[in-house]
């Protein structure tokens, strides 16, 4: 049960590259893609989900060639795309028998079970009634992950889902998606760090459509034990902080002052004050090129 | 802001090369057009003949008028998308938000949008422009370039139109916020349209018409092919308003829009038809930890296919559950019902809505519609999952390429199904309401859905194909209406195969007793090659379908590619190898059309006077005596016979030279009894000069024997005339004598002229015997009596002889007959119909024996013993003519409607009174083969069961019959080339021989007096009857006429019958006053105006009727007063109070406009 790729590279007809010979296996597990918007990780998971050819490389999903037996991944794969569409003034469960159809449940009994189900399990039983078009933001990822489900799939890919949703619709969100990932391979797109620091036990950090790095989130940031440190400042003094330390975050405080977090193999200097490295810390130590992991 | 709008948008299209595309497209099609119609393509008229002008206003205007209709898809196109985009992008959530006033919104989108369409349809106009510079087109068809029609057609028709319901899409647009709405709404206004022509007629039609064409029409109605050439269009008046009308509705229609529109996110209208849903509150709940139920998931064939179907219910939902289908559906069904209505009511007869004429041209335009609708909405289909986003969901599922794609042909089928049920349904239901029960549940079935139906599913196939190959639905339905417009013109250009004629059928003609004739084998050949071909393009929209999101259309090539694979493969192989070998299977069907005119006609005749035109002079003899035994094979569609002429020299000089002419269609062999020589033959005309051995000496005869036989039919012409049920063979199959080509009539001056009557120029009247044999089914007619009838193996033989001698023009039926019989002062009737065409029966009875008593009391006894009325198919000619004592008799006459028309006459007693009045008129005295003969033949016959009609139905029925010849004369005399002939003159032209003479002979009536008028007839009549050569011509007539007339009322000949004469009268002014003692006194002002062909004269003694009448309609008094002057004023002393005045109630004059003869008080 792996998802392998190898040298994947998409360039788009504007120019853009937007996989670059990107190689990476994916365990089961809830698999985490963290990456700033224009990364190429939506390309990657459009590719895995069959929805876009690369121009090479290659994708397996335990041992069904992704490129060339489209069709038998999408039997094994749940699909949730960044931004979607429904059919306006169509309810909830209708639509989720339509989906479930195009999944290749036939029976009409097997259907209104399996709708019912996938309903109760992401909360959406009492407004199955409702047009999917009039649903909160919250609600509308539930039903995506609703039609997900139907075909029971061991491939799972959800892009950016927490996007845009409130702290209670997300933990909501988060909730359904956890217990789904503990049987399936999921692989979960974001670029807020606590998703993934609350979910994963994977994780990628990708770029410029490139893997930077892959590791174990815990793993990770025990890595840059001892190497993160805080300071405060004053905001103005934030440039020249910068030109002289890897300044990898900074936060501002009630007083308008400046918390900077800085990477540093030793105590720069008295003002600098140790701190306890965080997920956020490995996500920007990635991102500024440094390579502090051995993945 | 609004300019800021405005300008963005108006730039934003002027990059789009769509916005080139249509206007090219347009530009080339008038250019086209334009070439083609002025005569590029096509040799030249001889110099100096009269044609039609392609450049005058009037033709402008005409041709304008109809690409109207395809401006008019421009909208949705150009100004819907123009709001659309920002729903469709979302922008509007955005945008609404910005401080742009709502006025500067719709006024920059619209009036943007509005100029690129304008400018778009100016491609057009500047097309035509160019091409009549063309050098090489028909100097003849082209006048002098005249701006002033262009400039007419744009501001009085295009752009209005274009203001007017690019407002209404907008605001469809802007309401239901879907692009769709806006072409639906195109469709509706087709609709609207179709329902005011059918509705209303005259003034209100004119008044109504949604484009104002009608009211073009209306203005022009009246117009002679000179005025057409000439004049310009009056925009003053009906098109005025018109125009006002529908300008007014549409800016009240944008008004309440611009109103009520609001920058709200959420539209106002849904396009489906359930309620808008409020917003969904979220509840708590725990998480329930759930294991998903191990359920079954299938991808078998079997069930893929189980799919497709439940697809399509799911998609069909989406298009029937809208608003807009349901209007479309309605406004259909009206459409339906009132073209039924106009079918069933021409301008001369209602019919009775047999399933026939139900079928044939209501549900023709009605399939126009859906595949119209078929265009809109596959676009919708294949574009719905990417339009509304949902697509990647979709596309991750597996679920094939084709069984999305086959719901979707499904889907459109199914609603083409509905459609075409609604149809069906209608039909029924007018045949209901006009208590008619015969419903062909059958015929509805087999047109509706195999005939009608196929071509409809060609059109789904291109339709997906075509949407799938464009991503922009707008762009897909533009190319889909111009495949549609481009096929219907490539016969302007020369292409005439089958192989190219993308999907034409055209209208099958039905008729209860031959059914669809032969044409069926040939329209399922055809129209099988176009479904394979149309299935190949759902192979190829296989291959190009829309999945994931493929970046670039070369990225949709390498898809296809893989795509095109295995099972693929071999279906695309088997098809398009079926494709090219139906393809050689019509190529070499055409081929067998060897008869085809590959030559232009004018030419071919061209060459033949060439080469013959020495021998038009040639005397001949005449045939006296005809023998035949004709033997028909109805099953075969073939015939063959063996006949002999017995031909004398009536002359007083040998004949060395025959000059024979075989039928046209036919095979014949000749043989004379003396020797004789082929000197040459044509063998395009058929035409041999023969050479005799021995010259034919003054009284001397000959025997001419022939056999004639049909070319056989080839797959897709009809060369036999024998169908399978209503045959109806002409003299045309015979060998004819003497030179007949260029035969036209001659003046009535000419003496030759006399020689000739009118329907025969190598006979006088002729013996005739024949024997004809069938099938045992089917009952033979000929001219005579039944001699004697046997059956001989499986074939039904009769003999026929005629007692006394006939002109050589008869016919020979054969069909399955049923026989309505009943003897009247000792003639015997017979109406031989189809079974179930019994609705008219005693009508036609009554007409035949009020004709024989009418004209018996006349003119003194009909001449045969019997006369029989025997049905024709329709496929054949609406019309009824008469053959010695055989009326052959349209199908049309026999489900004419007699019970609803109220505005109408009773044609089926008219028609056979009519036919049987030429027993007398045509058959007893026949006229000379001169101009003016159908006014001896047709104008007195149609005038006297004009008389025979009246006694019948009572005056007023008579009036209306009148008022309705008048409608007929001025109707049809607009398209004349030649200057109008007066009745004296008359030649084919049947607006003037019926319209025209039954108006002037009944007005001889009121001024001679019916005796008078009657006693000159009879004498005339018994002067000329059963005489052969001299014969009589219009002239004698005339002159027997105005011999019967008194010296004050002369005028009237000349003006009714010599001359083209409108006699205007009308009431300028009128008044009343009551005067002492009980009296009232009236005051009038006549104007008086007259115009002999087309030049005003002088009114010098006029003779004109006033009628003068009371509240209840009842007359009080009718003066005939001498008018002298243009303008004259009486006065009039009455004895009861006067509600109307009515000059000329009678119809004594000639007049154009009647309009204006009524004044009420």
């Known amino acids: ?295 | 802001m609004f300019r800021s709008i405005f300008s963005y948008e108006f730039i934003n299209w002027l990059r789009k090369p769509v916005c080139y595309l249509y206007g090219l497209v347009f530009f080339g099609i008038a250019f086209i057009s334009m070439a083609g119609t002025g005569g590029l393509f096509d040799p030249h008229t001889p110099a100096g003949s009269l044609q039609r002008f392609i450049n005058s206003p009037f033709e402008i205007n005409f041709i304008v008028q109809y690409f109207n209709k395809f401006f008019l898809f421009l909208l949705p196109a150009v100004i819907g998308a123009t709001v659309y985009k920002d729903f469709r992008n979302n922008t509007h959530s955005i945008l609404y938000t910005f401080p742009i006033k709502k006025g500067d919104y719709f006024l920059g989108k619209f009036l943007s949008s509005f100029s690129i369409v304008v400018l778009i349809t100016f491609s057009m106009g500047l097309g035509m422009m160019i091409a009549e510079q063309l050098p090489g087109l028909d100097p003849n068809k082209v006048g002098a370039f005249r701006f002033i029609g262009y400039f007419q057609v744009y501001a009085a028709f295009i752009l209005p139109n274009m203001f007017c319901y690019g407002l209404v899409v907008f605001c469809l647009v802007l309401w239901f916020r879907n692009i769709y709405a806006g072409f639906i709404g195109v469709v509706l206004l087709f609709f609207l349209q179709i329902i005011t022509e059918n509705a209303f007629d005259g003034f209100s039609v004119a008044l109504l018409d949604p484009f104002g064409q009608n009211a073009a029409k209306y203005v022009t109605q009246f117009w002679s092919l000179e005025d057409q050439n000439t004049l310009t269009i009056p925009v003053l008046g009906v098109v005025l308003y018109n125009r006002l009308l529908w300008l007014g509705l549409a800016l009240l229609f944008s008004f309440y829009t611009y109103k009520r529109f609001s920058f709200s996110e959420h539209g106002t209208y849904s396009f489906t038809l359930k309620r808008k849903k409020k917003p969904v509150i979220e509840s708590e709940g725990a998480n329930k930890k759930i294991k998903l139920s191990k359920v079954r998931y299938r991808f078998s064939r079997s069930h893929q296919w189980k799919h497709v179907w439940q697809l399509s219910r799911f998609q069909l939902s989406y298009i029937v559950k809208s608003w807009m289908f349901v209007i479309v559906t309605a406004l259909g069904i009206l459409a339906v019902l009132f073209a039924i209505g106009k079918v069933t009511n021409t301008n001369e007869m209602a019919l009775l809505p047999t399933t026939g004429l139900v079928l044939t041209i209501p549900a023709f335009f009605f399939s126009t519609i859906i595949m119209l609708l078929t265009f809109i909405y596959s676009g919708m289909l294949v574009h719905r999952e990417r339009s509304t986003g949902i697509d990647s969901l979709v596309d991750s599922t597996p679920t094939p390429n084709w069984v999305q794609m086959f719901s979707k042909v499904l889907t459109l089928l199914k609603m083409q199904g509905i459609l075409l049920l609604v149809m069906l349904l209608a039909g029924i239901l007018i045949q209901l309401y006009n208590g008619y029960f015969q419903f062909d549940i059958g015929l509805y079935l087999f047109h509706l859905y195999i005939i009608l139906f196929i071509p409809l599913l060609v059109w789904a196939c291109t339709s997906i194909f075509v949407h799938t190959l464009f991503p922009n639905p707008y762009i897909g339905i533009f190319i889909l209406l111009l495949v549609w417009v481009g096929v219907g013109s490539l016969e302007q250009v020369g292409i005439t195969t089958r192989l190219l004629k993308f999907n034409t059928p055209g209208v099958l003609a039905y008729s209860d007793l031959n059914g669809y004739g032969r044409a069926l084998p040939a329209f399922f050949l055809t129209q099988w090659y176009w479904l394979i071909f149309g299935l190949l393009l759902l192979l190829l929209s296989y291959g190009l379908w829309y999945r994931g999101t493929p970046s670039s259309f070369k990225d949709r090539m390498k898809q296809g590619k893989q795509r095109f694979r295995g099972p693929v493969v071999i279906y695309g192989s088997i098809l398009l190898t079926a494709f090219i070998a139906m393809g050689f299977l019509i190529y070499d069907k055409e081929a067998e059309n060897n008869k085809g005119l590959e030559q232009e006609s004018n030419l071919v005749f061209e060459k033949f006077e060439e080469r013959f035109g020495k021998y038009a002079g040639t005397l001949q003899p005449r045939i006296v005596d005809v023998e035949t035994t004709i033997h028909l094979y109805p099953d075969d569609h073939s015939f063959h016979m063996e006949g002999s002429y017995k031909l004398i020299n009536k002359l007083n000089r040998p004949i060395d030279t025959l000059l024979v002419k075989t039928g046209f269609d036919e095979i014949s062999e000749i043989d004379l009894n003396r020797e004789f020589e082929v000197v040459t033959y044509d063998s395009y005309f058929k035409f041999s000069v023969i050479k005799l051995g021995a010259s034919l000496r003054p009284n001397d005869s000959l025997r001419f024997d022939f056999k004639v036989k049909n070319t056989p039919d080839t797959f897709f012409q009809q060369n036999s005339s024998v169908l399978e049920n209503g045959t109806f063979l002409m003299t045309d199959i015979l060998p004819r004598i003497g030179y007949m080509f260029g035969n036209e009539k001659l003046q009535p001056e000419n003496p030759r002229a006399l020689q000739n009557h009118f329907q025969a120029s190598d006979s006088d009247l002729v013996h005739f015997k024949t024997v004809v044999s069938t099938s045992e089914d089917q009952i033979a007619l000929a001219p005579g009596y039944l001699q004697k009838e046997w059956m001989s193996g499986d074939r039904r033989y009769f003999q026929y002889q005629m007692e006394s001698d006939i002109k050589f023009i008869f016919a020979v039926n054969s069909g399955v007959y049923q026989i309505g019989n009943t003897n009247h002062k000792g003639i015997e009737l017979s109406i031989y119909h189809h079974k179930g065409h019994e609705t008219n029966l005693n009508a036609m009875m009554d007409g035949l024996k009020a004709a024989i008593d009418f004209n018996t009391a006349l003119f003194g006894p009909y001449q045969h013993r019997e006369a029989r009325i025997i049905e024709f198919p329709m496929s054949l000619g609406s019309y009824a003519t008469t053959m010695a004592n055989n009326i052959p008799t349209s199908e049309m006459r026999f489900i004419a409607n007699t019970k609803t028309s109220e505005d109408k006459i009773d044609i089926a007693f008219y028609v056979s009174a009519h036919e049987l009045t030429h027993q007398w008129w045509g058959n007893q005295i026949i006229p000379a083969n001169a101009l003016g003969a159908r006014f001896i033949s047709e104008s007195v016959t149609d005038y006297l069961s004009f008389m025979i009609y009246g006694k019948r139905y009572g005056k007023e029925e008579g009036q209306r019959w009148l008022s309705l010849q008048r409608q007929r004369y001025l109707n049809g005399r607009t398209p004349w080339k030649e200057d109008e002939p007066p009745l004296i003159l008359v030649d084919e032209q049947q607006p003037i021989f019926y319209g025209k003479g039954t108006l002037a002979l009944n007005a001889m009536r009121h001024y001679l007096g019916e005796v008078n008028l009657h006693k000159v007839l009879n004498d005339f009549l018994q002067d000329y009857k059963f005489k052969e050569a001299p014969y009589p011509t219009s002239l004698e007539l005339v002159e027997r006429l105005r011999i019967a007339t008194p010296d004050s009322l002369k005028y009237v000949v000349s003006d009714l019958f010599e001359t083209v004469t409108f006699t205007e009268a009308s009431i300028q002014k009128a008044s009343v006053s009551m005067s002492d003692s009980e009296k009232y006194e009236m005051n009038l002002e006549l104007s008086v105006r007259k115009q002999t062909d087309d030049t005003p004269v002088e009114v010098l003694c006029q003779h004109i009727e006033i009628g003068i009448y009371d509240l209840g309609g009842e007359i009080i008094q009718m003066e005939t007063i001498k008018v002298t002057e243009e303008i004259s004023t009486l006065k009039i002393i009455l004895g009861r109070e006067p509600a109307r005045v009515v000059v000329d109630p009678n119809m004594l004059l000639i007049e154009r406009e009647r309009n204006d003869n009524e004044y009420a008080l």
């Open chain 1, 1 to 295: 049960m792996s998802l392998k790729i190898e040298q994947l590279t998409k360039t788009y007809a504007n120019g853009v590259k937007a996989i670059d010979n990107l190689s990476i296996e994916i365990q089961p597990g809830m698999f985490g893609l963290l990456g700033p918007n224009g990364a190429g990780k939506s390309s990657l998971m459009r590719t895995i989900a069959t929805l876009q050819t690369p121009d090479k490389g290659s994708i397996r999903f335990n041992e069904i060639d992704v490129l060339t037996h489209a069709m038998e991944v999408r039997k094994r794969l749940g699909y949730l795309p960044q931004s979607f569409g429904v059919y306006p003034k169509v309810s909830a469960e209708k639509l989720l028998h339509y989906f479930a159809r195009l999944k290749g449940v036939t029976s009409k009994r097997e259907r209104s079970l399996l709708v019912g189900e996938v309903l109760e399990l992401t909360n959406l039983t009492h407004v199955r009634k409702k047009s999917v078009s009039g649903y909160s933001g919250g609600m509308k990822q539930r039903f995506g992950i609703a039609q997900l489900l139907l075909n029971n799939p061991p491939l799972i890919i959800v892009d950016e889902p927490t996007a845009g949703l409130d702290p209670a619709e997300r933990n909501r969100f988060l909730n359904v998606l956890r217990e789904i990932g503990a049987r399936n391979t999921v692989i979960f797109s974001t670029h807020l760090v606590d998703d993934v620091k609350e979910l994963c036990n994977e994780m990628a950090i990708m770029n410029h459509g490139r893997i930077l790095m892959k590791a174990n989130p815990s793993e990770a940031i025990r890595q840059l034990e001892g190497k993160i440190w805080i300071r405060n400042i004053e905001k103005d003094a934030l440039e020249s902080m910068e030109r002289r330390y890897h300044v990898l975050s900074s936060g501002y405080n009630e007083d308008h002052s400046l918390n900077i977090r800085v990477y540093a193999d030793a105590r720069p200097d008295t003002n600098f004050q140790p701190t306890e490295a965080n997920l956020e810390d490995v996500y920007f130590t990635v991102l500024d090129g440094f390579n502090v992991f051995d993945s």
